[in-house]
């Protein structure tokens, strides 16, 4: 067995074959896209304009981005002081929410909407009806898998108990040790965490469609069933979407790249 | 004064974690136990069996043996080729942008599920799809005509593969860096030969990381719900789609049978966790 100098001919096989199954429906999607939506014949530009057009597009993707930005906002505003004081002064606690990041996995979009929808359906019509209240609680439930354990190993890696200290010693309160010691160190993973949620978020349908919210995913689905070529056209941007997500984090995250399972 | 202060300190720091806990309880344990609870109640509010005794009726039944059918290829062949293609990027003599590039992209990949994933797949072999017409106009050889369909549970595996593969790759790929090369380099200074060395060390060494993806796989597949929506629209019964009918329309007249699915489910991915946590452990025994 001497070190090999060149590709091994059965891995140049296994990743041709690999390349073929994932790049094919990708370019599948592109040609079918360029179809003609009257005459099915290629290629015109005709199915992006359809949806480009249609403002029910830029409603709900506005919606969705929204929804993604108050989960972050609310998952961040619920973990980082939570993370940051266990590492600080209660790290047996550390395993315990260790394992209730685990549950999210255990009962996943399908089950938790079952039981959400039965226990706020009585609440009132601000929080029930308003996917800026019920459908950000579920997000945030369930990024918070994904943000914990990005933020986890974000503060395993700094010293929480000196940049305390000194920061105190130095008179300053604890919220802006908080936000102007802690967050700065955290940032990366913070970052991580965030454009993961952002990933969930834009393309959560199970939630979403079975408490009947008018979501980006929601819209696909509507194409998806309604116009054939047009809908290859939205299946693109929202890989796009995604595609950028992640390069935002694994720029974010330097190399690290988790895998969501938000949109399933 | 000071011996005081100390006792009360543990509930006082234990108030810091308070918000967070009250969250998870709202959102997470109070929905997942009233699913709990209602699965086992009957109108009036008394206990029952009912419900849970149904999931073992038809066509419950089917549903669960379906969901389970389609967890289990997805993730044997998913852990299989996943693995493969994770060792043909990291192994020696691989170009290092390959293995970038593949982690980059089953990033991306392990995300892409849902109705755009089932979209895509339409569109490449739906009976109009891309592939399937050219097949069909340069091949002669049109799938439809030979009993295989996109929208139906083979197409569904084929479907879900798309995120199962990249999601191995992506939690695999740690434990294949951790076969030392050490490790290699002594197993042939000793006379081993490949096959040796994968029987006898690494295949060993890579066991429970290999099951604990295994299991993860299984349970990704076993709750998804969007892509088999977007794909089938609800035509193959599993149970995700049964419990989405349930929510959805009055296809069920009982509103507890919908909690005793859920109920079904959350035993089965209950029981994939319990395996999990140990593999796991026992992973990263290994792990530098």
């Known amino acids: 067995m001497t070190p090999r100098r060149f590709i091994a001919p059965s891995a140049v096989l296994w990743l041709l074959l690999g390349a073929a199954y994932f790049l094919i429906p990708l370019i599948a999607t592109l040609i079918f896209s360029l179809r003609s939506n009257q005459t099915g014949t290629c290629c015109t530009l005709e199915n992006y304009g359809t949806i480009i057009h249609d403002p029910q597009f830029l409603k709900t993707i506005k919606t969705s981005f929204i929804l993604s930005l108050e989960t972050i906002f609310l998952t961040l505003v619920l973990l980082v002081p939570t993370v940051y004081w266990v590492h600080l002064k209660l790290p047996r606690l550390r395993s315990v929410i260790g394992f209730m990041a685990l549950v999210p996995f255990v009962i996943p979009p399908i089950i938790l909407v079952v039981g959400l929808l039965d226990v706020y359906k009585g609440t009132p019509t601000w929080f029930y009806a308003e996917p800026y209240g019920f459908l950000v609680a579920a997000y945030v439930i369930l990024a918070f898998p994904y943000m914990y354990f990005s933020l986890d190993t974000g503060f395993r890696s700094i010293d929480v108990h000196t940049l305390t200290e000194a920061s105190q010693s130095l008179g300053a309160h604890w919220t802006t040790t908080l936000v102007r010691v802690i967050l700065p160190n955290i940032k990366s993973a913070a970052l991580a965490g965030s454009f993961l949620t952002l990933a969930i978020v834009m393309g959560e349908f199970t939630i979403a469609s079975l408490a009947v919210f008018d979501t980006f995913p929601i819209y696909i689905q509507y194409i998806n069933q309604n116009k054939a070529y047009p809908a290859a056209s939205v299946t693109l941007l929202a890989f796009a979407i995604t595609w950028a997500a992640m390069v935002a984090l694994l720029a974010a995250g330097r190399g690290r790249a988790p895998a969501a399972q938000g949109a399933r | ?288």
């Open chain 2, 1 to 288: 004064m000071e011996t005081g202060r100390t006792r009360r300190r543990l509930p006082l720091a234990y108030l810091g974690v308070l918000p967070f806990f009250l969250y998870a309880t709202a959102f997470l344990f109070w929905p997942a136990a009233k699913v709990m609870f209602g699965a086992f109640q009957d109108d009036a509010g008394g206990l029952t069996l009912d419900h849970v005794q149904k999931l073992f009726d038809e066509p419950y039944r089917t549903a669960f043996k379906n969901s389970i059918e389609v967890s289990l290829v997805t993730a044997g062949l998913g852990a299989v080729f996943g693995l493969l293609l994770a060792y043909a990027a990291i192994r020696e003599g691989t170009p290092r942008f390959v293995r970038a590039g593949l982690t980059t992209f089953s990033g991306v990949a392990a995300n892409f599920a849902g109705i755009p994933l089932a979209a895509a797949f339409i569109a490449t072999l739906g009976t109009i799809g891309v592939v399937t017409q050219f097949m069909t106009e340069q091949l002669g050889f049109n799938p439809y005509d030979h009993g295989f369909s996109v929208f139906s549970k083979t197409g569904i595996e084929i479907v879900y593969l798309y995120f199962q593969i990249p999601l191995m790759i992506l939690v695999i790929a740690p434990a294949i860096d951790g076969l030392r090369r050490e490790w290699r380099e002594a197993a042939s200074s000793l006379g081993a030969s490949s096959w040796q060395f994968w029987r006898h060390v690494g295949i060993p060494i890579m066991t429970p990381s290999i099951l604990s993806a295994f299991v993860l796989l299984f349970g990704n597949s076993f709750s998804a719900y969007a892509t088999a929506y977007g794909l089938t629209g609800g035509s193959v019964g599993l149970v995700p789609i049964t419990i989405g009918f349930y929510l959805s329309g009055n296809v069920l007249d009982d509103p507890h049978l919908g909690q005793a699915l859920a109920f079904g489910m959350l035993v089965v991915l209950a029981l994939m966790m319990l395996l999990y946590i140990p593999l796991q452990r026992r992973a990263s025994r290994w792990s530098r």
